[in-house]
C-alpha cells in the first residue's frame, strides 16, 4: 500500500522454490532462536526466547538442509483487517553461508502462498535494512496507520524501520 492506501499491482516476479521449506515444529524452537541470534544482536530482529518460538512454532517455515540445522525461517501472523484478514511477515532471517543463494526467495514464495491460502487480503513487514527482496516482489513503503494496529504499536520508533506492504 503506497501513503495515499493505494495498493501497487504486485510484480510478476518468479520466485524460486527451495527443498526443504516446511512448517515449523516446537521442537525447532532451539534452533530458531539460534539462527535468529544474530540477527537480534545486530538489531535487525528483535530477541526472542525459546519458548516464545515454542508458542508460536504455528507461525514460521523454515529451510532445513537435509540433515542439518535450520538455515532460514519466517514467520507469518494474522491480524483482523479493514475489509478482511491481513498477515504480518516476521522474523525472516537466513543463515549468512544461505544467504544469496535463493534461500530467502524460496522462504518469500512460500509465505505467500501461505498467505493466500488462508486469504488474506494483504501483507506487512517492518525492515530496518534495504527490503531490497520485498520490493523486488510486489512490497511497497506504506503508511504505519494503514498497517494491524496491535502490530504497529509493538513497533520500536528507534529503530527506524521502515513498513513494507503487498497486496494479494
Known amino acids: 500500500m503506497t501513503a495515499a492506501g493505494t495498493c501497487p499491482a504486485p510484480l510478476s516476479v518468479p520466485l524460486p522454490t527451495v527443498p526443504g521449506v516446511r512448517p515449523a515444529r516446537r521442537e525447532d ?3 530458531l532462536a539460534a539462527l535468529s541470534g544474530p540477527f537480534a544482536r545486530s538489531g535487525a530482529l528483535r530477541e526472542r526466547p525459546v519458548s516464545l518460538y515454542a508458542a508460536h512454532a504455528d507461525e514460521f517455515l523454515v529451510v532445513r538442509a537435509s ?14 483487517g479493514g ?13 549468512g553461508h544461505r544467504q544469496g543463494f535463493g534461500v530467502g526467495a524460496g522462504l ?11 486469504s488474506l487480503d494483504a501483507l506487512f513487514t517492518a525492515t530496518i535494512g534495504s527490503g531490497r527482496l520485498f520490493l523486488r516482489h510486489g512490497f511497497a513503503p506504506t503508511a504505519a496507520h494503514l498497517a494491524p494496529p496491535a502490530w504497529t504499536r509493538s513497533l520500536d520508533p528507534r529503530r527506524g524501520a521502515r513498513i513494507l506492504a503487498r497486496p494479494l
Open 29 to 31: 524452537a532451539a534452533e
Open 67 to 80: 540433515g542439518g540445522p535450520v538455515e532460514g525461517a519466517v514467520g507469518l501472523r494474522v491480524h483482523p
Open 83 to 95: 475489509s478482511g484478514p491481513v498477515g504480518v511477515v516476521y522474523n525472516f532471517c537466513v543463515a
Open 108 to 118: 518469500l514464495r512460500a509465505v505467500l502462498d501461505r498467505a493466500r491460502d488462508r
